[in-house]
């Protein structure tokens, strides 16, 4: 084998080794920065995908409220119908406190709004922050005071 020594070779003559020897580092700073970029842009990736995850669940556990406060507006006003068969509340809508500081809008309209005798309907309307939600039901209200509730269903609004 030829063992050739660079410091023999006349094209690296005027090279000082030393000074090549002390610039090694100087690639450490880009790659540090790079480093340290692709980190920052990982921890802003997971607290953004943090955030709409939680606004989903918020939204979701809104949306739940209004139904239920809705819902709780219904099953009052079933209550009063069946204590009183000619309840109404039309046009004006009485409220009812739900518990978490909601309030259900509600409207009882006897045999006008359907045009059709013996039949009451029921619309409840609720809303949490920014999510709202309407329910609709149906009875039927027999002359003997029997109440049957024919159809229960959200509507849009």
């Keep these: 084998m030829l063992a050739i020594r660079l410091k023999d070779l006349s094209m690296f003559k005027y090279l000082n080794f030393e000074i090549l020897k ?3 580092g100087v690639s450490t700073l880009p790659t ?3 480093l340290g970029g692709i980190i ?3 921890a802003i990736a997971s607290a ?4 709409y995850f939680n606004v989903t669940n918020f939204a979701a556990r809104l949306s739940a409220e209004a139904l239920a406060a809705a819902r709780a507006g219904v099953d009052d006003a079933l209550i009063k119908v069946v204590r009183n ?3 109404t509340a039309y046009p004006e809508p ?5 518990t978490g500081g909601r309030v259900a809008s509600v409207i009882v309209c006897r045999d006008i709004c359907l045009g059709m005798s013996g039949k009451t309907q029921v619309i409840s309307s609720a809303s949490a922050l920014n999510k709202r939600s309407k329910i609709e039901a149906i009875l039927t209200v027999t002359p003997e005071g029997k109440v049957s509730v024919d159809s229960l269903k959200e509507i849009p609004f």
């Design 32 to 34: 540090m920065l790079l």
């Design 94 to 98: 009485y409220e009812v406190q739900v």
């Design 48 to 51: 953004f995908l943090t955030y």
């Design 40 to 42: 920052i842009e990982i």
């Design 22 to 24: 002390r610039r090694q």
């Design 85 to 87: 068969r000619k309840f």
